[in-house]
């Protein structure tokens, strides 16, 4: 079985198969387990997603599909304290601000690290990735096998988010901030995650794994493993048992 892709919540881990989707979770002192059939992706993502450079905002568009009601509440929320702030003061929020759009990144790469590292979700993500490498090895699911594993992993999208950092980094010093510096440093990061050319791959990997060490994963309780095991176990069963039929 092929593994397509995890992901940690505040109390859960999700796996993507073959054909499936699997998500455990831990409430109540118990773990929940649910294994639906994979979603596929719209014709127009497909598309977008063979074209170099172009591709990388396929991804973006799936998370404003799978997300759009989040989406929508930010959108709804930023309108609101515009309305509101621009109805009682000279103040208005379509008006650039001049800040330093690299400080700008920094600070929320840093904000939404220490609040992964601080929550359950730290600890979800570790456990994550410690199971899909003791899956990746053929070891059997043990907490003993899943112990052994490090906390981060090579795959994982930090690295995807450390290499447009990285391009973003230079596209800056060369052309100062800008939302069009941004989508082409997204653009080239992705090209560069999915390619993984070996010397530029190599840095961004070191860069990759200590923020996934430092910020976005913690050392996961036996609970935290268990979940992860359940949610890959239920997967594998799942898509075997398809292949079987």
Partial sequence: MKIYGGRAGFNSVSFTGDRYHSVARFKGGEITTEVDQRKENLKITKILSKIPFIRSFSILLDMVIE??????????ALFLIRFIIGGKSNFDLSHPIPINGLVILCSILVIVGLIIKLTPIGKYHAAEHMVDSTYEKGLDLTLEHVKRQSRVH???????????FISYFILFILYGHGLWVFLVSWSIGYEIWKKEPKLIWSLVLIIGKAAQY???????????LLVAIEALTKLEEKELANKTN
């Fill in 67 to 76: 997300y759009w009601k989040r989406f929508l509440f930010m959108t709804i």
């Fill in 214 to 224: 430092l910020l976005f994963t913690s050392k996961p309780e036996k609970q935290h």
């Fill in 154 to 164: 090579k795959d994982c999208g930090t690295n995807l988010v450390m290499s447009v």
